[in-house]
């Protein structure tokens, strides 16, 4: 067998199969955020249910009549993923069905800002659904204005340059593992076979499971669109947006563990939305990954 | 200065020009450039205001309140979802006589999603206590941002500055940019006559029994009523140092006319070319385009009605169970008044729908050839 054939064979054995989304959809090239939907769809399958929020997944699963996902979809408001994930769950639960899973799929706008109390709520009840974040770290559906989770130093609409986003992006993962949630993961488009694993692994979990997917966004960040999944890489291997999971908000696990990291300024150069950032500002941003890859490695110690 | 803008950044002119002091505002499609615009003039110093970048809309709500009971005037922007979300802040803002401006995109509610206009999201805020004004020009935005300050801060009652979205929001016109000097002169800096300080404790808001909510709320009344006549006064006066008056209604062509059309928005701009074809074919047609909704302008509109022998509302919105919303204030402003002529409702351009020449023209013939007013509602461009 060529080492091309062996590639293929592992690939085939380790993503399933299956595809649930179709071509056809409204995506921009390069999205970071259609390849998470893909592979999500890949873990759980067919009997999946899903409520999204208005974020650029509204838009990209295309307009009515039309739908390039092959599991059924209710469009929500903004602000109410989790809580129409849990109607939702009860209404199928109610109605004789225990099975289908129920995802509440949603941006970093719909989960860190405007979502996060329905968000909290769910979790602290423990319902029964799985809530997934693509995090392209602003409002990119509305046209790049900031949201809590763009990042210190990131140029958007709302951050100009001369005034760019001062403060660090919120810690939502810190903040779910507070609710004491049986399951919490984060996941990168650039590491499909550990983002399909721990979906298969949520799967089976019954309560609220929270991922955190990573996902590059070439329109909002200034990238060029077949550097989607480099920046991802980079990202997780450099600790910018590292690979792990909580389990009953103690248990962490790092999955991809890192001898030596990369200095994030490669990767701050390859999008233009850190253009303007002087070197004392690129050191800021190295020291608070540094400062979080420390936090992360005690919580996994202790 | 003129210059060529598009509606949304019209609005964006206007908080400047009417130096607001906390802008506090949420991204929504189709109303981002105008915040977008006060970002970049708060940045550069163009403009000296306190821009919160809130969470969500309610938030953005809460905030103007909170600056307005603080003192500052307060500014904000948005549309459909986010004005809907606001619902309750609205009834707060109002209720709690918090002179904020806002502006509003008219965009059709979700769901489906839509990003495209029609007027049942402001349309749902009537009862909240809010003044409504219905733009159909970017000029008339940027003035009447500026007017609506001054209204609402003399009578301490909430205004919305409201225009249709892509039709208004994304075009771009030649607006005269009034100099700041003038809108200096006739819009004097916020002075409240209460505020929250230390200096002068009181408590804002609190449990209000039987006995004194019900004369908070006729005093709410009261002054939406002397605001007919201090929108009229506002905008002689704006006439006077800027060269443009502003008024409750916009009449066209109706001192001789048997018919007209009712319309608010920009719809009546395309009713006016309707007007015009149809008096070259002899017909004796005008527009009666209702600028503010609340206070609702009863003398305007019957003052015009009174004198025609027929007349369609065309409405861009929906009360379901009743039909067209102007339609059933046109209605109610001229019940049981002598000289009156039959009303027919129509419902056109919902979700962005275009409501062309040609089906104003419809309108007309199908209005003229009914002999009475009647219940049921014409649906026009709709597919059965
Ligand atoms: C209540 C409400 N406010 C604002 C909006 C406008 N809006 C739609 S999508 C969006 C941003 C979504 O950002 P995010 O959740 O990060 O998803 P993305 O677009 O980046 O995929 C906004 C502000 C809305 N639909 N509803
Ligand atoms: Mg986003």
Redesign the interface.
């Known amino acids: 067998m060529s080492p091309e054939a062996k590639k293929e064979k592992k690939f085939a054995l380790t993503l399933p199969a299956e595809e649930l989304m179709a071509c056809g959809h409204l995506a921009c090239q390069g999205c970071g955020a259609t390849l998470a939907m893909r592979y999500m769809l890949k873990a759980l399958g067919q009997k999946t249910v899903l409520c999204i929020p208005a974020c650029c997944w509204a838009v990209i699963d295309g307009p009515y009549p039309y739908s390039s996902l092959d599991v059924p979809i209710y469009h929500c408001a903004f602000e109410t993923a989790a809580s129409t994930a849990t109607g939702v769950k009860a209404g199928l639960e109610a109605t004789g069905d225990t099975e289908t899973t129920v995802v509440a799929w949603a941006g970093d706008g719909g989960t860190f800002d405007i979502g996060i109390q329905a968000l909290s709520g769910a979790a602290e009840r423990n319902d029964d659904i799985i809530y997934v974040c693509y995090d392209n770290e602003a409002y990119m559906n509305t046209g790049i204005q900031r949201s809590s989770a763009t990042p210190y130093g990131a140029w958007t609409t709302t951050t100009p340059v001369k005034h760019f986003k001062n403060r660090p992006k919120k810690d939502i993962v810190a903040i779910l593992a507070a609710h004491r949630i049986p399951y919490i993961a984060t996941a990168s488009v650039s590491h499909p076979e550990d983002f399909v694993k721990k979906m298969k692994k949520a799967k089976d979990i019954r309560g609220t499971r929270f991922f955190h997917v990573y996902a590059p966004c070439p329109t909002g960040w200034k990238s060029r669109p077949e550097d989607t999944i480099k920046l991802a890489r980079m990202a997780v291997q450099n600790g910018y947006f590292p690979l792990y999971e909580i389990e009953d908000g103690e248990k962490t696990t790092v999955n991809l563990k890192l001898k030596e990291r990369k200095p994030v300024e490669d990767f701050l150069r390859l999008q233009g939305r850190f253009r303007h950032l002087k070197p004392a500002e690129v050191a800021a941003v190295q020291a608070e990954v540094d400062a979080r890859w420390e936090r992360l490695m005690r919580s996994c110690a202790g | 200065m003129r210059k060529v803008i598009m509606g949304n950044h019209a609005l964006s002119y206007g908080a400047m020009l009417a130096r607001s002091q906390v802008i506090s505002a ?4 189709p109303q ?1 450039q105008v ?2 615009l006060l ?2 003039m708060c ?2 110093g163009t403009l000296d205001a306190q821009f919160i ?1 809130v ?2 809309e309610h938030s953005a709500m809460a905030s103007c309140i909170g600056a307005s009971v603080a003192g500052a005037r307060a500014f904000t922007a948005t549309s459909a ?1 986010g004005l809907a ?1 606001m619902h309750e802040m609205l009834h707060w803002a109002a209720g709690g006589r918090h002179p904020i401006v806002m502006g509003n995109i008219n965009r059709a509610m ?4 839509s990003i495209w206009t029609d007027q049942n999201d402001s349309l749902s805020q009537r009862d909240t206590g809010w003044m409504q004004f219905y733009c159909s020009s970017n000029q008339e935005v940027v003035d009447t941002v500026i007017q609506a300050f001054k209204v609402a801060e003399t009578l301490m009652i909430p205004a919305m500055v409201i225009l249709d979205a892509f039709a208004l929001s994304h075009t771009y016109e030649v607006v005269d940019v009034p100099d700041q000097a003038l809108v200096d002169r006739y819009l004097p800096p916020f002075k409240p006559s209460i505020k929250l300080t230390p200096a002068d404790p009181r408590a804002f808001g609190g449990l209000t029994g039987a006995e004194h909510y019900m004369e908070l709320r006729y005093k709410l009344q009261k002054d939406m009523e002397k605001a007919p006549a201090l929108i009229e006064e506002t905008g002689r006066e704006f006439g006077k140092v800027f060269g443009r008056e502003l008024g409750l209604v916009d009449p066209y062509l109706c001192g001789d006319a048997e018919f007209v059309f009712v319309t608010s928005g920009t719809a009546g701009f395309t009713a006016r070319v309707a007007v015009d074809e149809l008096r070259a074919a002899g017909v004796k047609a005008g527009n009666l385009r209702i600028k503010v909704f609340r206070p609702f302008p009863f003398d305007r509109v019957r003052e015009v009605l009174g004198k025609v022998k027929k007349a369609a509302v065309v409405d861009r919105n929906c009360s379901y169970g009743a039909g067209g919303i102007f339609y059933q204030e046109v209605k109610s402003a001229v019940y049981g008044r002598p000289g009156m002529p039959p009303l027919i409702g129509y419902v056109a351009g919902l979700g962005g729908r275009d409501i062309t020449t040609a089906q104003f023209k419809e309108v007309a013939a199908d209005a003229m050839a009914k002999a009475k007013a009647e219940e049921e509602i014409v649906w026009i461009g709709v597919k059965k």
Do not use: F, M, N, R
């Open positions: 949420y991204p929504i499609t981002t915040v977008e970002s970049e940045a550069d970048k969470e969500s979802q979300l979700a769901p489906g999603w």
